[in-house]
């Protein structure tokens, strides 16, 4: 038997990683980094730093991420096509790098449960002889409320954690609380009037930010913000919690 491991290594400080994931990177022959090769490169060399300290004895395996159209018109035949072809390549890689016995790992940005296909690819390939292990990371959402210092949940209430295109036609009425995440749209800016909003990007690193208020005042300022830091550094990843007011 192999063994895969699917670790969760953070938002984005090296200080995410728990204690769990360092004794699994310790435990990996082979590490296969799935890298886009774009303006997220200190993204990329954050993980060969990790790699560094944490794996320096393991064998590093590079795979090129195939690119995908973030807003297509089909959006679950684009998701499937780019799957696939991360099967094919994945498949490749793990046939030509890991032996029989030997421990390979992927290491997911946040946790392997929040929107990540690194599982469902694995899976697909459908390999009787690799046994999955998952450790769990520290996610942008748990990294949101960290940074303001909030809890996401309120008393006997629910919590949504959806993707942005869910709400382009505005937010159902029986939501209070969601977490929005991939948000290529700025839905937020639809919420109705008694809404707050949690906003953070880059959570986690260094260049993390963090706005909140009432939506209706603090819009302006995200739509400003997001565009001046995505035009600084060519890339943008956010995620927000908005917040109905209940009434006193």
């Known amino acids: 038997m192999r063994t895969m491991l699917v670790i969760g290594i953070g938002a984005g400080d ?7 994931a360092i ?16 303006a997220t490169r200190p993204l990329e060399d954050l993980r060969r730093a990790m790699l560094a300290e944490h794996a320096a004895h393991a064998a590093v395996v590079t795979i090129d991420d195939p690119r995908r159209e973030r807003d297509p018109a089909d959006y679950r035949a ?17 046939a030509a790098h890991l032996g029989d016995g030997q421990t390979g790992a992927f290491l997911v940005w946040g946790d392997p449960a929040f929107y990540d296909s690194t599982l469902d690819v694995l899976r697909e390939l459908a390999l009787p002889d690799l046994a999955i292990e998952v450790i769990a990371g520290i996610s942008s959402v748990q990294a949101l409320a960290a940074g303001h210092g909030i809890a996401l949940n309120r008393v006997g209430g629910a919590i949504e954690i959806t993707p942005g295109r869910r709400y382009a036609d505005g937010i159902p009425d029986d939501v209070d609380d969601a977490v929005v995440m991939l948000d290529t749209r700025s839905v937020y800016a639809g919420a109705p009037d008694d809404f707050d ?6 959570l986690g690193t260094a260049d993390e930010i963090l706005i909140a208020g009432p939506v209706r005042e603090v819009e302006d300022d995200i ?6 830091a995505r035009e600084e550094k060519g890339w943008m990843f956010d995620t927000y919690l908005l917040r109905r007011r209940r009434q006193p």
Request: net charge positive; hydrophobic share 45%.
């Open 197 to 202: 909003v949690y906003w953070g990007a880059y």
């Open 223 to 228: 739509a400003r913000v997001r565009a001046q």
């Open 78 to 94: 684009t998701v499937q096509a780019w799957r696939d072809e991360r099967t094919r390549r994945w498949g490749a890689a793990i």
């Open 23 to 38: 004794k699994a990177m310790g435990r990996a022959d082979v590490v296969f980094l799935v890298e886009k090769r774009d």
């Open 14 to 20: 090296p200080d995410h990683l728990t204690l769990q």
